[in-house]
C-alpha cells in the first residue's frame, strides 16, 4: 500500500463482518468493494490465528494490509500465509513446561490436545481445527481445577509475564496485548486522519473505545453489550441489522457522512 490512507477500518470476525451461522461476508462486498474506491484500508481484527484470518484475508482481497490474530496478541504482516516467528509461543510453552506437574495437568491446552479434540470443543471441522491449532502468540485451553488451584497457577504465569483471560470455554494464556494495543500501534504506523472499528463482543469493547468511531454491530445469538461511554457522545454507535448486513449499511453510510470527507480535520 502506497501513500498514508485517510481512513483504516479494523474489523472484528465472528459475528460482526462474518455472520454467526454462515460465516459469510457476502452481504458486506457493496461496503468493502466502496472502501476499497476510496483507498480506506481495512484490517482484521479476530481472535482466530494467523492461517485462519489469512484465507479470509485473501478472499476479501485485502493481503496489501495487515491483520490482527489471536485477539490482539499478534499482527498478521502483509502478503504472509502465517507468522514466522513463533518465538513468543515457545516461550510461553516453555513457561507452562516449567510448572509443577500437580498444577500444569488441570490445563490442556491446544498444543496439549490433539487437532480432533480442539475441532471437538470448538465446533470447528479437523482441517480449521488443525489451522487454529498454529498458533505464534497466544494459548487457549481448558482448566478443570479449583480456583485456589487456578489463582496459584496464574499467579506463577504472570511471574513469568503472561496473562490469562477467562472466556465463556477458554482460559488464554497470553503476553498481554489486546486488539486495542495492536489498533494504537498500527495507526500510529499508517497515520490514518481517522480509525473506526467494529465489534460486537466484549472482546472488541477496547478496540471499539480505542477507534475514533466505534461501531457495535448487533449480534441477536449473544448478550447485548452494555451501554459504552462513547455512545452518548455519537463517538460509538449501533448497527442496526446483524452481521455483514449491519457492517454494510453501516460503512455505507459512514462514507457518505462528514467523517470519511477529505476536509475532515482529526
Ligand atoms: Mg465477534
Same mark, same amino acid.
Given at each position: 500500500?502506497s !501513500?498514508?490512507?485517510h ?8 459475528g ?15 461496503a ?21 484470518v489469512?484465507t479470509?484475508?485473501a478472499e476479501?482481497?485485502?493481503?496489501h494490509w495487515?491483520?490482527?490474530v489471536?485477539?490482539?496478541?499478534g ?7 502465517d ?9 510461553l510453552?516453555?513457561?507452562l513446561q516449567? +510448572?509443577?506437574?500437580s498444577?500444569r ?9 490433539p487437532v480432533?479434540?480442539?475441532?471437538d470443543i ?6 480449521n481445527?488443525a ?7 497466544s ?9 485456589a488451584e487456578? $489463582?496459584?497457577?496464574l499467579?506463577l504465569?504472570?511471574?513469568?509475564g503472561?496473562?490469562?483471560q #477467562? ?8 503476553? !498481554?496485548?489486546?486488539k486495542?494495543?495492536?489498533l494504537?500501534?498500527?495507526?500510529? #504506523?499508517f497515520e490514518?486522519?481517522?480509525? +473506526?472499528?467494529l ?6 469493547i477496547?478496540m471499539l473505545?480505542a477507534?475514533?468511531?466505534g461501531? +457495535? ?5 449473544a ?12 463517538r460509538?454507535?449501533?448497527t442496526k441489522?446483524a452481521?455483514? =448486513?449491519?457492517?454494510n ?7 457518505a457522512?462528514?467523517p470519511f =470527507? $477529505? =476536509?475532515?480535520i482529526?
Amino acid at each position: 500500500m502506497s !501513500g498514508k490512507p485517510h481512513t483504516l477500518v479494523f474489523s472484528d470476525l465472528d459475528g460482526t463482518l462474518l455472520d454467526h451461522q454462515s460465516y459469510e461476508w457476502y452481504a458486506a462486498a457493496p461496503a468493502i468493494d466502496a472502501l476499497k474506491s476510496i483507498n480506506a484500508g481495512l484490517i482484521l481484527a479476530s481472535s482466530k490465528t494467523a492461517p485462519e484470518v489469512a484465507t479470509v484475508r485473501a478472499e476479501l482481497k485485502i493481503e496489501h494490509w495487515p491483520a490482527i490474530v489471536e485477539n490482539g496478541a499478534g499482527v498478521l504482516a502483509s502478503h504472509s500465509d502465517d507468522c514466522k516467528e513463533v518465538s513468543q509461543y515457545r516461550s510461553l510453552l516453555s513457561s507452562l513446561q516449567k +510448572i509443577s506437574p500437580s498444577l500444569r495437568r488441570h490445563f490442556t491446552g491446544f498444543d496439549d490436545m490433539p487437532v480432533k479434540k480442539v475441532a471437538d470443543i470448538t465446533d470447528l471441522s479437523v482441517k480449521n481445527a488443525a489451522l487454529a491449532k498454529q498458533r505464534a502468540f497466544s494459548e487457549p485451553g481448558i482448566w478443570t481445577g479449583n480456583n485456589a488451584e487456578k $489463582e496459584i497457577f496464574l499467579k506463577l504465569l504472570r511471574e513469568e509475564g503472561i496473562h490469562a483471560q #477467562q472466556g465463556g470455554r477458554f482460559l488464554t494464556l497470553s503476553y !498481554g496485548a489486546n486488539k486495542a494495543d495492536q489498533l494504537l500501534m498500527l495507526a500510529k #504506523q499508517f497515520e490514518p486522519c481517522r480509525t +473506526i472499528a467494529l465489534g460486537d463482543a466484549p472482546n472488541d469493547i477496547a478496540m471499539l473505545e480505542a477507534a475514533d468511531i466505534g461501531v +457495535i454491530v448487533a449480534n441477536p445469538d449473544a448478550p447485548p453489550l452494555p451501554m459504552l461511554d462513547g455512545e452518548a457522545e455519537g463517538r460509538i454507535i449501533r448497527t442496526k441489522d446483524a452481521g455483514p =448486513n449491519g457492517w454494510n449499511a453501516t460503512i455505507l453510510d459512514l462514507i457518505a457522512n462528514p467523517p470519511f =470527507n $477529505e =476536509n475532515t480535520i482529526h
